[in-house]
């Protein structure tokens, strides 16, 4: 079964400092890999996609980006922190029609 | 293996009646969690209520309520005033807790219309 490690559990990062989030996938090769936000009251937003190493889609622009450096890892990075960054990140793959399988997730408090 | 189902792929109503939205699930898993949400076209799935399995609480939110029927496994989503806002997709899904994550089954929604 393949497992999702996200890293770091928690960050609290100041307002203008960058950020680097990491996702790494062990037991799927060539996984479809996605970047969400939850915000505090369970909302999710799909941020970024990717289907291949190399290549990433974005869906929502909230001055994040994110790179697939290898086939097994996905990174969520910005050079600038907002406020309205603070949330959940979740890694996810995709398992079949309408599943999704989530990463622990990265609590970020910007302050 | 883990199904959602959503038999209703549209509804529609008029506003200020009331809507249940049905979801049935399968899963082997003793502790897991209902959610509903609204879809927006930007791609966010608004959460809207969420049912624990080990709870017997009727859970309530605003003009949502759920009716949570574990031995069925069922669970419905009431809307209670509707308003023409409320036209969306809505979708329920099961999260069950993986070693180190979760496991999200999503069911195909169904399609609200409300009309003024």
């Known amino acids: 079964a393949q497992t999702i490690h996200q890293w770091p559990v928690a960050e609290i990062k100041a307002v203008g400092s960058p950020l680097s989030l990491g996702c790494t996938i062990k037991?799927?090769?060539?996984?479809?890999l996605y970047w969400y936000w939850q915000a505090t009251g369970g909302t999710l937003q799909q941020l970024f996609y990717?289907?291949?190493?190399?290549?990433v889609e974005s869906v929502v622009q909230l001055n994040l980006s994110a790179s697939r450096p290898k086939d097994d890892q996905f990174i969520l990075s910005t050079e600038k922190l907002l406020l309205s960054h603070s949330g959940f990140y979740l890694c996810?793959?995709?398992?079949?029609?309408?599943?999704?399988?989530f990463g622990a997730g990265t609590r970020l408090s910007v302050l | 293996a883990e199904k959602v189902i959503q038999v209703w792929s549209t509804a529609s109503r008029q506003e200020g009646e009331e809507l249940t939205l049905d979801c049935s699930y399968e899963?082997?898993?003793?502790?897991?969690?209902l959610f509903w949400y609204k879809h927006l076209l930007s791609g966010e799935m608004v959460f809207l209520i969420r049912q624990t399995s080990s709870s017997t609480a009727k859970e309530r939110s605003g003009r949502y309520s759920v009716v949570f029927q574990k031995s069925l496994k069922s669970i419905s989503l009431i809307i209670s005033a509707l308003q023409p806002d409320d036209s969306g997709k809505y979708f329920c899904?099961?999260?069950?807790?993986?070693?180190?994550?979760?496991?999200?089954?999503f069911g195909s929604g169904t399609r609200l219309l409300v009309s003024p």
């Open positions: 990717s289907i291949t190493v190399g290549q």
């Open positions: 899963t082997s898993q003793v502790l897991y969690h």
């Open positions: 996810a793959l995709t398992g079949g029609e309408n599943t999704l399988y």
């Open positions: 899904a099961l999260w069950e807790p993986r070693t180190g994550g979760y496991k999200v089954v």
């Open positions: 037991g799927k090769s060539s996984p479809n």
